[in-house]
């Protein structure tokens, strides 16, 4: 995987160099706005996850919020303190610290700005990523994939 503006200064190339068919996939970083910004057109079709997204249904009320507040976009960090608090608040702030430890242990599917939040095995909070793809210049959430198998051709 490379960083978000290394991938968009290469990704002409594959085009350049005759090579086709070929999908990006990439990491988190790729949300940087320059990664659009420089890659143009040779990054359209890139998918890559994102820990955090603003057009994930879950995230838009938090995102709406958060912008009003502070004058520009929440990151993942935002996303991920706003989660953590909330499930520090919904496990309750009143009593012992294995009392509250064990709640938040039993934590499944909280609403988040990550999306469903529970609690793994391990006692870390998780989230579902989100999946994103490059369309027309912006990036949206890829669609799930089909839940029936797919028909094989003759």
Same mark, same amino acid.
């Given at each position: 995987?490379?960083?978000?503006?290394?991938?968009?200064?290469?990704?002409?190339?594959?085009?350049?160099?005759?090579?086709?068919?070929?999908?990006?996939?990439?990491?988190?970083?790729?949300?940087?706005?320059?990664? &659009?910004?420089?890659?143009?057109?040779?990054?359209?079709? !890139? $998918?890559?996850? #994102?820990?955090?997204?603003?057009? %994930? =249904? /879950?995230?838009?009320?938090?995102?709406?919020?958060?912008?009003?507040?502070?004058?520009?976009?929440?990151?993942? &960090?935002?996303?991920?303190?706003?989660?953590?608090?909330? !499930? $520090?608040?919904? #496990?309750?702030?009143?009593?012992? %610290? =294995? /009392?509250?430890?064990?709640?938040?242990?039993?934590?499944?599917?909280?609403?988040?700005?990550?999306?469903?939040?529970?609690?793994?095995?391990?006692?870390?909070?998780?989230?579902?990523?989100?999946?994103?793809?490059?369309?027309?210049? %912006?990036? /949206?959430?890829?669609?799930?994939?089909?839940?029936?198998?797919?028909?094989?051709?003759?």
């Amino acid at each position: 995987p490379a960083p978000s503006l290394t991938a968009a200064q290469v990704a002409p190339l594959l085009a350049f160099h005759d090579v086709e068919s070929v999908r990006l996939l990439g990491i988190r970083s790729w949300t940087y706005p320059k990664f &659009l910004e420089v890659g143009k057109d040779a990054v359209e079709g !890139a $998918v890559f996850a #994102a820990a955090f997204h603003a057009s %994930r =249904p /879950e995230s838009a009320a938090f995102s709406s919020a958060f912008e009003t507040a502070y004058g520009e976009p929440p990151d993942d &960090l935002a996303a991920y303190a706003h989660d953590a608090v909330r !499930a $520090v608040v919904w #496990a309750g702030l009143e009593g012992t %610290r =294995p /009392e509250v430890r064990a709640r938040l242990a039993g934590l499944r599917d909280l609403p988040g700005a990550l999306g469903p939040v529970s609690a793994g095995p391990d006692g870390d909070l998780y989230a579902p990523p989100s999946i994103l793809v490059v369309r027309r210049g %912006r990036y /949206e959430p890829l669609p799930s994939p089909p839940t029936s198998p797919i028909p094989r051709t003759p």
